[in-house]
């Protein structure tokens, strides 16, 4: 099949990007996105013009890195799917598919598609953690974890960190992601104890980052690759509600260790 | 535990260090302790325990799990760990940078060159112990499992630099991994080993047997690890089941486009627990896998095939996990320690995070109480020297202005390795593939095309950078291949079989490590042996019937 | 810790406030739809209820102190956020699609300015007998000051595109302001979303109905 791309080139972060007219001649269905971008970048380089730059890395759908904007959508038309997972066969011959990157403040361009994503990070390192040194921990069936409980942390951990529902969401809101992270620490006993400085922690990361905030539009929950429910925003706001109107007596600050 | 242990070493066909072995197996519980301490999702039991299943190569139910994606979640369990420390200022993060050279002072490790890959500036750091968890060599084949960032070049240059290469030729197959489809082709994909515990691998009986899958009756179905292995089944080791594949598959009873693939049929696991416990354990598998091959699993049988997955050699490392370079230490993948020929199920997690958590905060402790600490700087002219050399080595991939890309070349590689040092070797494939990398990586030099800079974000540099180790490192893969004249785990030489077709080893020259040192380009690098004792185990054919 | 100030400073904190003062501008919308079906009844009824709500200066000027600062609170902290939002994507998209983001949630930002330009229209027209329409105005009388508005094209028009307006804004506010405060779960989603509808739509046909039976002179023809 043959397609025409329609790809955002910006060189960095400083400059000004621009729409660039590329045509993706015999393309085969069974390609990958990434794939049919790889083909086109080896024409690209023979012909001694520039290639695209974009992420990715596993090309299994779990690193969360290979996320851009397809004809609108954060990672194309195939609900529940990355990028790397999208296959050609979704697309029609002929057919002008607009390539752009994620776009949020947080998430300034490096180049082309690849855009950088540490705000997430920071966002993890400002308390998406359970505090737990090493070697010290208690037998993992010392504390019973219900099955309940288990698998709605799975569902909340199985986020990937792509950042698609920034990019889906009309204000650029992270709230999916955060609520994601706090739902699973918080979720689990062994994450129990932090979970109010956690959660204060990392709104604060959140809104510092300059994400903006959520107006419930939900367009996040129909573009995440992993299906991660809203439920978990929900949680997210409780949590918040509940840590400064809740937690008595103050927990202590996390220290190194 | 005294079962993993043993499991392990005959998992990796006695080639493994016994007494490593029986340190991963010691600490095993802890990892799963220090996961679940750090928020790692496990799946639990009503009763709230930690639940089980078993994995490829154990006929126990012994491994923990986080639905379809433990691995994933362990990763994750580390990385928010590392995040709270980095938050901490106890350490300092480098992200999108890459290794290129060791820099060695007075024979130890004292630093190394990076190059930042957004600004592509060269830069050294000078340290007292250097660390490498860089992964495995799998990408030498272009395509395999592993994620396509995965690369030789950190430890190849530490191996340049002076660190002993151990047991290269030592690669497993994966034989659970969606058949490839075309040349197009960038990467394979690994359904996940748990499937083998409900699915059922055939092949029809009739070799060219065209029709679709349901209308081949139970007759004329070969569930050729049933019947080959009744005791273990559908779980027999990586290495042993992806050996099986290629056989039936050469016996011109592979299934799919091209004829290479194999089925796993859950139907039988469908019709007996329901489609609902099915979609519980294996949901997210059966969705990608549909998504990548528009085939619905619950109806249709996968058909699967085997691609590289794991490098169980790696740099040469002793008890505490150092290199034959002081202060150079390697963990995980990137290192050779534990896993002999043959790795089993969930054990590079194991070891990844047992070499990481557990053995290095204290291994490292003696080597730095004989050295002085702080005395490392980027002063000295050793840096100064490895950056130049780096930056020459990227000015030269620049200049040459050719007509093919780096990826053309690796795909070439990959090919040529896959078919002459793959699932079955053999010494006259393998000197073809010795005679024909030099003039492939010559071609190289020669012809390729690299775009762009070298002070600027090119992946096109990294990317061909990593090609050239490849093409200097599958030089000694397959030399590696042709010394060890025996068939062990993952290195199965076609010459060295029982007559049922499995691996036959040679105790009496082989119970050991080669460990190749590098003597210079365009020399040939001379091989060294670290022989295996045995004290707990006896050494008796894999026998997995 | 956490004090309120900072709190109320987050992303989250703002539009908790937004709900809280959602909640009791939506519960004053309930109440003044009671008020506005009085007017179908007759001169009696909502001259009636105008004098019960004026029965104590200091009653009435606490619920409207209360609605002052909910309506302040929600158009001050609709405006932070919208700057936030704007901010938070210097770069807009070439092309966007959206998929779940229902128009009512889209258009929120719009509605929102509409409908407080109307409020303070219908306060001049009604509370304050500012001359915006034509006709006198007899304090006191709010039948005929409603009648006399309606009858002319315009004003009905105006009153009814409003509070469709407000129907529009409702029926995303109504469940947003349940999700902000957190009450979000699979399984009460449908009951807030069909309460959604079904308070959005109740609402603003109980408030068309004066200005469009005047319109269509069934009241005092």
Redesign the interface.
Known sequence: MNLVLMVWRQENARTVGHMQRIEAKDISPDMSFLEMLDVVNQRLTVAGQSPITFDHDCREGICGSCGVVINGVPHGPQPGTTTCQLHMRHFRDGQVVVIEPFRARAFPVIRDLMIDRSAFDRVIAAGGFITSPTGSAPDGNAMLVSKGAADAAMDAAACIGCGACVAACPNASAMLFVGAKVSHLGLLPQGRPERWSRVHAMVAAMDAEGFGGCTNYLECTAVCPKNVSPDFIGRLNRDLIGAVFLARPRVASTEAG | MQRLFYDTIKGGDFRAREHNVYRLAEISNQIIDQCVAQGVPFAREYGGQLANRSFGGAQVSRTFYARGQTGQQLLLGSYQALSRQIAAGQVKMFPRTEMLDLVVVDGRACGIVTRDLVSGAIESHAADAVILATGGYSNVFYLSTNAKGCNVTATWRAHKRGAGFANPCFTQIHPTCIPVTGDHQSKLTLMSESLRNDGRVWVPLRPSDQRPPAQIPEAERDYYLERRYPSFGNLVPRDVASRAAKAVCDENRGVGPGGRGVFLDFSDAISRQGEAVVRERYGNLFDMYERITAENPYKVPMRIYPAVHYTMGGLWVDYNLMTTVPGLFVLGEANFSDHGANRLGASALMQGLADGYFIIPYAIGGYLAGSKAGTASTDKPEFGAAKAQVKERANRLLARKGKRTAMSFHRELGKLLWENCGMARTAAGLQQALSRIPELREQFWREVMVPGGPEELNQSLESAGRVGDFLEFSELLCRDALAREESCGGHFRQEYQTPDGEARRDDARFAHVAVWEHRGDGQEPLRHTEPLSFANVHLAQRSYK | ??G?I??F????????LMAVSGVLLFAFCVEHVTGALLFLKGPGAINGYGRLLHYSAALIWFFRAGLIVAAVVHVTFATL?YF??L????????????????YA??T?KYSGPFLLAFVIFHLAHLTWGYNVVPGPFIAGDIYANMLNGFRTGWVALVYVGAVSLLGLHLL?GT??MF????????RVESLLFGFARVAALAISVGLALAPAAVFLRMIGG
């Open positions: 810790m956490f309120l900072p709190f400073r987050s992303t989250i904190g703002k539009k908790v956020l936030q939002e901010a938070a994507r210097p770069v807009g998209y070439r092309n966007r699609r959206y998929l779940r983001a229902s949630a889209r929120m995303h469940h947003s999700e902000s405060l957190g009450l979000r779960h699979r």
